[in-house]
């Protein structure tokens, strides 16, 4: 079983136009209300590649009654934890004519300090048969910055795999921890060190600022593929061209392929081979958190990968 932990999940709302004219009146091709948010989208995919994965964070109100049912309908595990703050709505406005994908956020709720420590008790009791982890996402405002590393401590089993996507101060606070991987995207990398990254040889510094001790880094680079770093050495993912539709979510199923790779075994280029196939099948589609596992296949025989 892999535990898939977020504490910000969204009710979303994907609305799809033939052609959108902005300051005009719009009408949707397709309108999509899901589960979704970084955690979910991670246990989703699992899901659908045949994985035992469990979603878990805080859900609250109408939306997040909404969510867990949605969750329930696609067969996807969860134990999440009910709290007073609602979940909150994104919308991703899907512009065909143009090929473009734009998120509309709504920020996160606070929830209350006993809840955090209810959430921890969840991730420990899931993390006794665990064979992997993956923590994901902002954390909402007024939230312990150093959440994740107290998931990090909360004992799981040797040699499972750990992947924490995330940035800023709960990233930095994690990386006194060792062994796991710290996956982030190129502009959370920069937002992390507080600077811009406009070469190879910045990123690669970069990189080796945040690597865990014993660890390693993944960095997407969208459509670029990615790059990661560990003690063995550096390497280059590339992904070959694909008919993208809505690129929002494809960092989770990104996730979701690398941990599946290291939990059996395969090297860090091997199981970023596996991610960046996920990442661009997600890329394929309208909704975030959905793929098609023929299309993962197809990718994956022509993802190259080559040593830094």
């Not at 719009?26 to 999509?32: F, G, S």
């Not at 799981?156 to 795999?161: D, E, Q, T, V």
């Not at 800023?168 to 710290?182: N, Y």
């Not at 280029?269 to 596996?274: E, L, R, V």
């Amino acid at each position: 079983m892999i535990v898939c932990v977020g504490t910000t999940p969204v009710y979303q709302r994907s609305m799809v136009f033939e052609r959108l004219r902005p300051d005009d009146v719009n009408r949707a091709a397709e309108v999509h209300d899901y589960a979704s948010g970084k955690s979910v989208n991670v246990a989703r995919v699992l899901h659908t590649l045949g994985e035992d994965a469990v979603a878990t964070g805080f859900a609250g109100g109408d939306r997040g009654g909404a969510l867990l049912r949605d969750l329930d309908a696609a067969s996807v595990r969860h134990e999440f934890v009910t709290v007073a703050a609602p979940t909150r709505q994104c919308v991703t406005v899907i512009d065909r004519a143009a090929g473009t994908a734009t998120e509309l956020v709504e920020e996160p709720k606070p929830v209350a300090q006993d809840d955090w420590a209810r959430l921890e008790e969840v991730v420990a009791r899931l993390l006794r048969g665990a064979g992997g982890l993956v923590l994901s996402g902002s954390l909402p405002p007024g939230a312990p910055q150093d959440f994740y590393l107290r998931c990090l401590r909360s004992g799981r089993r040797p040699h499972a795999p750990v992947v924490l996507d995330a940035r800023g101060e709960p990233l930095r606070k994690a990386l006194g921890h060792e062994g796991f991987v710290a996956k982030m995207n190129l502009d959370e990398l920069s937002a992390t060190l507080g600077r811009p990254l406009s070469d190879d040889a910045g990123l690669a510094k970069a990189m080796r600022e945040v690597m865990p001790a014993g660890g390693a880094v993944v960095v997407t680079l969208g459509a670029g593929g990615a790059v990661a770093a560990d003690e063995h050495g550096a390497w280059r993912v590339r992904v070959p061209p694909i008919p993208a539709r809505s690129a929002v979510g494809s960092g989770d199923a990104f996730s979701a392929g690398l941990v599946v790779g290291l939990a059996r075994g395969r090297p860090l280029a091997d199981a970023c081979a596996s991610g960046a196939a996920c990442g661009a099948a997600n890329a394929m589609t309208d909704l975030a958190g959905h793929l098609s596992p023929s299309d993962v296949r197809a990718i994956q025989a022509d993802v190259r990968v080559e040593p830094l």
